[in-house]
């Protein structure tokens, strides 16, 4: 089976950009309620993933700033204490569910390392019990 077809693509995953500050960052997690959100260059490379740990201990380091200060302090500044790793959009199935039992979701990159999509833990989780149904 192909991971292109647990795929959400690209046009359907919130994203920040590391031109971002860290209030644009933090106002889209908490508008799609995500806890961790990808992390791109502005080509659309994937550089990581920020969750809201990584931004509390950030605020944490910059002694809890107002939010209008936070509109000056870019994401990429963050340090981010967990490293989520992509896949290619070739790899092999057995590179996916490795990946998806350490992450919640795993990025999907293609062979320019663009940021093309997620695969979902639980969707993939969701593909295995209705197979076994």
């Known amino acids: 089976m192909n991971i292109l077809f647990f795929l959400t693509p690209k046009e359907d995953v919130a994203y920040i950009q590391e031109t971002d500050t860290l209030r644009q960052a933090m106002e889209k997690m908490e508008h799609r309620g995500y806890t961790a959100i990808p ?22 380091r910059q002694g809890f700033p107002s939010l209008d200060t936070l509109e000056h302090s870019s994401v990429s500044e963050v340090k981010r204490r967990r490293e989520v790793r992509a896949v290619s959009v070739s790899a092999s199935m057995e590179s996916l569910l490795e990946r998806v039992l350490e992450q919640n979701y795993v990025p999907v990159i293609d062979d320019n390392q663009i940021f093309i999509g997620i695969v979902t833990r639980r969707d993939v989780i969701r593909h295995l019990q209705e197979q076994t149904v």
């Open 39 to 60: 992390l791109l260059t502005e080509d659309g490379k994937y550089v990581g993933t920020v969750t809201e740990g990584d931004i509390l201990w950030q605020l944490k």
